[in-house]
Each structure stands twice: as C-alpha cells, then as structure tokens.
C-alpha cells in the first residue's frame, strides 16, 4: 500500500512544489533507487542479527521514514519528501529481503511459487486500496491555498499518524512472536559459501524479467493518473474553462482510478496462485510472459 500510495503523491508533489511530470518522477527514482542501493547490505544485516530481527529493522526504518514525511508536508520541502522515499524504501527493502524467504520455505518447495504469489495477492490488496483513499484524502480539485494545506494535512495523517503507528505496532507483533527457525537458509558470518549465483542461469534470467516487468507495473501506475488526467482521454471537469484549474481538477478525480490498475494485480495473484498448485512454475510463468508481451 505504501508503494502504491506513490502514484498519489506524484500528482500531489506536480502541484505543491511546482514541477513537471519528469521532476515529480524523481519520487519513484528515490523510491527504488533504495532497492537497488540496499539489497545486498540487507542481506549483510540478516548475517548478522538474523531474518527476524532483520525484519524489525526494516519496520523500524520506515517507521523513521514515516515521521519524516511531517517536515517535508509542513515546511514544504521536495529534497525531504525525496530523503523519506529513499528512507522508506530501504526499510522495505530489508522486509522483503527477509521475509520472503520464509514464505519460500515454509512449506514444500514444490508450491513454493504459490505461496510467494498468495502473499502478493494480500499485499495487492493494501495496493489496490489506499490509492484510492489517498487520492480522496490527498488530491484536492481545488488549487487554493486551504485545498493545498489541506492535502499537505491528509500526507501527514496518512504517513506519520496511520502508517507510523500501525508499523509501530507490526514491530512489535514480530518481536513478541516466535518465528520458526531456517537453518537451511542462514550462514554465519566468517562462512564460506560453496556457490554463486552465476553459477544459476534461471536466477540471473529471473532477475533480469523482474527488472522489466518491474518497470513497466511502476511505469504504469505512476504515469496513468496523468494521462487519464488529458482532456482528450478521460473528458474529466471538462465544465472547468482555464486549462491549468482543469487539468488539476481532472488529476484529482484520475488518481482515483489508479485502484483499479492494482485491483487488476491482486485479482491476477488470486487466480495465479490457485493456478500454480496444479500447473508447473515454468509454464505458467512462459505464458503470462507472453501475454505481457503482447500487451
């Protein structure tokens, strides 16, 4: 939900710090430019403290980042909002890194596909949602000076008194629960590690289709708003005379519909996960391949 709530606050930030479509990009640049960035250290931290206080780490780093998004609503500051993406996402960064593989392992490794595409399916949910509540709460139709502080208002509800908290209260769910142990996929530090993951062709393929298919489900999601937002395409507040007030106007109602993009995902993980607990990973995976392709 807090990745999605990004295509939100692209038309947002466009408004309140002034900047055109290609600047407010920079938000989805900080954003998984941290995945990039922090994946292997948060490998690193898993060797050391182990996959469960790993994941209270990455709670609490966004939690961190969470609070941020205060000062870069109230002052307002674009290089602020841009720290507290890069922040958030490397606190997320250090969740997935950890917890997936107990979804992975927990269980046979013949399903274990199936399980990954069942937890997506749920976390689609959250994305699937609150672009819709954060476009009502966040995107005004107006561009007055209340409308603005309005929105900046609703960011700081969202992020510091509603994701904070509730992140806050996650961290400490993990650390009062015991987490079965994975022997099999820990190392200790000071290990050497017989392999390589060139030494595995699918998993270095397997990255490369992430990197694509990553880009373009980003892509998608941040640009759509904008273009629905075009008064040739969506027709919205086409009773608005000025361009500029119409175009706002319109951004604030498109935005809304960024929930049916990621309602489309989690039906899709839904249907994906039944699907692979009968029909192997590889050709499920060549067929969704291919129909993405043709798309």
Request: charged share 10%.
């Amino acid at each position: 939900s807090l990745t999605s709530l990004n295509d939100v606050l692209i038309p947002f930030a466009q408004n309140t710090f002034n900047l055109n479509i290609a600047e407010s990009m920079l938000i989805q640049t900080a954003f998984f430019l941290a995945y990039f960035v922090c994946s292997i250290p948060s490998a690193k931290i898993i060797d050391w403290v182990g996959y469960k206080r790993a994941i209270i780490i990455g709670l609490g780093t966004m939690v961190a980042a969470c609070l941020l998004f205060y000062p870069a609503a109230k002052i307002p500051s674009f290089p602020f909002f841009l720290t507290a993406f890069f922040i958030l996402a490397a606190g997320i960064t250090v969740l997935q890194v950890a917890a997936n593989p107990y979804v992975a392992v927990l269980g046979r490794p013949q399903t274990a596909s199936s399980r990954l595409n069942l937890t997506q399916a749920f976390n689609s949910l959250g994305t699937a949602v609150f672009p819709w509540v954060g476009a009502r709460l966040i995107l005004k139709e107006s561009v007055s000076a209340a409308a603005q502080s309005a929105s900046q208002d609703a960011v700081i509800k969202l992020y510091v008194y509603f994701f904070a908290v509730v992140l806050v209260l996650l961290a400490l769910l993990f650390a009062v629960f015991k987490l079965p142990k994975m022997e099999a996929a820990e190392h200790h530090i000071g290990e050497k590690v017989r392999d390589s993951v060139w030494k595995h062709p699918n998993l270095v393929y397997g990255a490369i289709g992430i990197f694509v298919y990553v880009g373009a489900e980003v892509a998608i999601g941040s640009d759509i708003a904008n273009y629905l937002a075009l008064p040739n395409i969506g027709h919205f507040s086409a009773e608005i005379a000025e361009p500029a007030a119409r175009y706002h106007a319109a951004l604030a109602v498109a935005a809304r519909y960024i929930s049916l993009y990621w309602l489309g995902a989690m039906i899709g993980r839904f249907i994906g996960s039944a699907v692979l607990q009968k029909v192997k990973t590889s050709k499920v995976l060549a067929f969704c391949s291919a129909m993405a392709a043709l798309l």
